[in-house]
């Protein structure tokens, strides 16, 4: 996949996920860190494959 595109998709899954935190939650701290820990699984998510089952 294209380093952009998983960017994109990345920001977008986060930003969704923070959304839904928020929804639940106004409480700051968690609905950034979730949002933060969806986008960087999604960017890094193919290393982190390769290197655990490589």
Not at 25 to 47: H, Q, R
Request: hydrophobic content about 65%; overall charge negative; glycine content about 14%.
């Amino acid at each position: 996949m294209d380093p952009l595109a998983r960017f994109l998709l990345g920001a977008g899954l986060g930003g969704v996920a923070a959304g839904v935190t928020y929804g639940i939650t106004t409480a700051p701290p968690w609905w950034w860190a979730v949002g933060l820990i969806v986008a960087v699984f999604v960017w890094f998510g193919e290393l982190i494959v390769d290197v655990l089952f490589d």
